[in-house]
């Protein structure tokens, strides 16, 4: 838009001088010429001068003779013409020339002293319109603003043409990047035929399978060794259990080495149980088998068969037919860990409530412990993070897996899961689970997206492949 207006202006700054130029030249030639004609006739009557200037080929002449104007077109005289002009001429002498509006129409005033034979005093005037040219730029004017609009805009749509052209390709590697981010780990970028663009996408592509294939081999290796792990894990628990038969048998110190080994190997069969779990979710490997699931009826079983102490459990009356369609095994799962979590470091869960919310349902587990800090909140669902009860470990707390594994199954269904402050004020937190309803959307997914398997996500299951149904 600058260039375009920098460009009309100079047009038009140009094109106007060259045009008032050659007028100014072509009018001065054509008054020279006819000052010199009525020069040549002076002294002469008021009548034959009029006469004389009839015959010019000239716009307004005017003669001034001892005093007395006289204009060739009636409605003319001398007071038509600027006062400095004819001071210039009359007094000074001196040929002069003058632009200057009348009535609002532009002109052009030239004044020539006419020194005589005789000692009279003359001078030759000359008015000529400029409204022919005054409407040419004018025009010209218009046309170049108009030219500078369309230039602008085809400018600015050409450039948007060329800048999503040439950015596509970015938006391409920025959707991968997400997509990636998101686990879809078989994310590839297409070849283009731009070399620089094609050297990027060819990076890309290199980065991604690096990255695949590393975290494909950490899957393996975590699955390996919790595969391997739960041959010996057997056989002490088996030892274990033969010690504590004779447990009245064994002296004191022995028993309390016993029972605290009873209680680790139970904490490490938990730990290697989790991993396998979480070693399928990073394999893709993971299959839900979804059925329509009565929600309230659902979760009075699952507090019910959960062994801990009896939990008040809050529900809407309208909930009593909802349906989602869920995996009960992991929806399970994830209602015991909740209270677990409560136990082990809330000091046990004051309530399970459920509410309807629009598209799905709330199942929330709120305990009386110290809550979770603001900055742990995003963290505490991540894997071996125990939050502030990380420094205080004692005997039957966990292993930090069991809220990943919560985020994890929720996930799966198409839900979310977070952690908040207890809506009545008291001390604790609460953790909210949402689904989505059968047919119904809970904000985010909707229907449960359908799990890639091993061999869709481009790994092996192995070993926890083969243990899903064990786990």
């Known amino acids: 838009m600058l260039l375009s207006a920098l460009l009309a202006g100079t047009t038009y700054a140009l094109t106007r001088g060259n045009l008032v130029e050659q007028r100014e030249d072509t009018a001065l030639t054509t008054s020279y010429s006819n000052a010199r004609r009525v020069q040549g006739g002076l002294p002469a009557e008021a009548s034959d001068i009029r006469t004389t200037l009839a015959s010019l080929a000239a716009s307004n002449p005017i003669v001034y003779q001892d005093g007395d104007w006289t204009p060739v077109q009636i409605g003319r005289n001398e007071d038509d013409l600027p006062i400095a ?11 002069a020339m003058m632009t200057f509006d009348l009535d609002g129409t532009p002109y052009l005033a030239i004044g020539i002293p006419l020194p005589a034979v005789t000692q009279s005093e003359a001078a030759y005037f000359e008015l000529t319109e400029l409204q022919e040219m005054e409407s040419t730029l004018q025009a010209l004017g218009i046309s170049l603003l108009g030219a500078s609009g369309i230039t602008t805009a085809a400018g600015a749509a050409l450039g948007l043409w060329a800048s999503r052209r040439a950015l596509r390709p970015l938006a391409d590697v920025s959707h991968a990047a997400q997509a990636i981010a998101g ?22 592509n290199d980065m ?23 041959s010996p894990l057997m056989t002490m628990a088996a030892s274990v259990e033969v010690l504590e038969s004779q447990h009245e048998e064994l002296p004191d110190r022995a028993q309390r ?8 190997i139970g904490r490490f069969r938990q730990l290697v149980e989790d991993l396998l779990e979480i070693s399928r979710y990073d394999a893709g490997a993971v299959r839900l088998d979804l059925d329509e699931v009565r929600l309230a009826e659902f979760v009075l079983q699952a507090v019910d068969h959960s062994g801990h102490q009896v939990v008040p ?13 869920a995996d009960k095994r992991r929806l399970a799962r994830v209602l015991a860990n909740l209270l ?55 005997a039957g707390e966990g292993v930090g897996l069991g809220l990943a594994l919560v985020a994890e199954h929720v996930r ?25 309803t059968a047919g119904g959307e809970s904000g985010d997914p909707g229907e449960p997206e359908e799990p890639r398997t091993a061999d869709s996500a481009g790994s092996a299951g192995g070993p926890a492949a083969a243990e899903e149904e064990a786990v």
Do not use: C
Not at 85 to 94: E, N, S
Not at 183 to 204: C, K, M, Q
């Open 412 to 436: 799966l269904h198409g839900g979310r899961v977070w952690v908040e402050d207890r809506t009545d004020g008291a001390p604790g937190a609460r953790f909210v689970v949402e689904l989505p």
């Open 183 to 204: 686990g879809r780990l078989d994310t590839r970028l297409e070849s283009v035929g731009d070399p620089d663009l094609g050297a990027l996408a060819t990076s890309f």
């Open 257 to 264: 080495a016993v029972a605290l080994i009873t209680e680790e």
């Open 208 to 230: 991604a399978q690096a990255l695949q294939e590393r975290i494909e081999r950490d899957a393996r290796f975590a699955s390996d060794v919790s595969h391997e792990l739960r």
């Open 340 to 394: 677990d979590n409560a136990a082990k470091y809330g000091d046990g869960a004051t309530s399970v409530s459920m509410r309807a919310v629009p598209g799905g349902v709330q199942l929330a587990v709120e305990d009386r412990g110290p809550g979770v800090a603001d900055d742990e909140r995003d963290r505490i669902f991540d894997r071996f993070n125990r939050g502030t009860g990380a420094g205080r470990r004692g």
């Open 85 to 95: 002009l004819r001071r210039a001429v009359l007094q000074g002498g001196t040929a």
């Open 313 to 325: 459990i809050e529900l809407d009356a309208g909930l009593l037919g909802v349906v989602v369609r």
